[in-house]
């Protein structure tokens, strides 16, 4: 027998599902209708995905891989976040962008370039527009101003700083930093789900690759506040339609993070507010 030739994933025919039945002529029925391109993109996501879970977070830097010398550092949670943050950047963002070899998959095909950037920047002002307000509205209650920012240590030390109260020395430059990586991360996130896999997806699946992309997307917001959590199924569908439209994954990006820097601010104002017993 002939070995089984791999197809790449973006050889539009024979599909996958055609080379493996004629392999595997008992399993016609299961194969059928199997992409290369998008087992390829789902199967990768899959991994990616299940090994940032387990060793790119800020748990796995405290308990695994700090160092022992801040092991007693008042910011080691802060240092972790960090870690998080670069992690997402590297992991969901460059490490997809690493194994897109066939010409089809590159990333200047999956919305990293500005795309229409009219359509994007006008829509991305309206959306800031109309996100700012509901943000701050959220913010005003415990559920979200408890919760954000994500580093407890940095939010009351910021709410501290806005009540006139004292914070320790380096307060200042941890926070920047943390924000800045904070935004770093929204760069890998937006480009895993709306570029890798929205983008990837689409010319096999249409809108339907929007959808399953939205799954892993909603899932991940399980553990944040209850009514974030049931939104991003409807906020994962608009970011991703708005990403198409704009045929670029940017403007996205973008508004994700003017989101969560506008929730964090909102929330240490609240902080404050709380402290100096408002």
């Known amino acids: 027998m002939s070995p089984v030739t791999v197809v790449s994933p973006d050889d539009p025919a024979p599909e996958l599902g055609e080379r493996l039945t004629?392999?595997?002529?008992?399993?016609?029925?299961?194969?059928?209708?199997?992409?290369?391109?998008?087992?390829?993109?789902?199967?990768?996501?899959?991994?990616?995905?299940?090994?940032?879970?387990?060793?790119?977070?800020?748990?796995?830097?405290?308990?695994?891989?700090?160092?022992?010398?801040?092991?007693?550092?008042?910011?080691?949670?802060?240092y972790g976040d960090w870690y998080w943050f670069a992690g997402c950047f590297l992991w969901l963002g460059l490490l997809p962008a690493l194994l897109l070899a066939p010409r089809a998959l590159r990333p200047a095909n999956l919305g990293l370039g500005l795309g229409d950037w009219r359509f994007g920047l006008k829509w991305l002002a309206i959306l800031v527009g109309v996100m700012v307000p509901v943000v701050a509205i959220a913010s005003r209650f415990s559920t979200f101003w408890k919760y954000y920012p994500l580093n407890g240590t940095l939010g009351h030390q910021a709410g501290q700083l806005l009540a006139g109260q004292a914070v320790p020395d380096g307060f200042l430059v941890h926070f920047v930093i943390y924000e800045l990586l904070y935004a770093l991360y929204f760069v890998?996130?937006?480009?895993f789900f709306r570029g890798f896999m929205t983008f990837?997806?689409?010319?096999?699946?249409?809108?339907?690759?929007?959808?399953?992309?939205?799954?892993?997307?909603?899932?991940?917001?399980?553990?944040?506040?209850?009514?974030?959590?049931?939104?991003?199924?409807?906020?994962?569908?608009?970011?991703?339609?708005?990403?198409?439209?704009?045929?670029?994954?940017?403007?996205?990006?973008?508004?994700?993070?003017?989101?969560?820097?506008?929730m964090d601010a909102a929330a240490i104002v609240r902080r404050a507010q709380e402290l100096a017993g408002g």
Not at 188 to 191: F, R
Not at 200 to 208: D, K, Q, S, T
């Open 200 to 262: 990837g997806l689409h010319a096999r699946m249409g809108v339907n690759g929007l959808l399953v992309a939205n799954i892993p997307f909603a899932l991940l917001h399980v553990g944040k506040p209850f009514p974030e959590a049931l939104g991003s199924i409807l906020a994962g569908v608009a970011l991703g339609l708005f990403a198409l439209r704009a045929r670029s994954f940017w403007y996205c990006f973008i508004l994700h993070a003017m989101i969560a820097w506008t």
């Open 22 to 78: 004629r392999r595997f002529p008992s399993m016609a029925w299961a194969l059928q209708g199997l992409d290369g391109r998008a087992t390829w993109i789902l199967l990768w996501s899959a991994l990616i995905l299940v090994t940032f879970r387990k060793f790119g977070g800020s748990s796995y830097f405290e308990g695994t891989l700090r160092p022992d010398a801040l092991a007693s550092d008042p910011y080691l949670s802060v």
């Open 188 to 191: 890998g996130w937006e480009y």
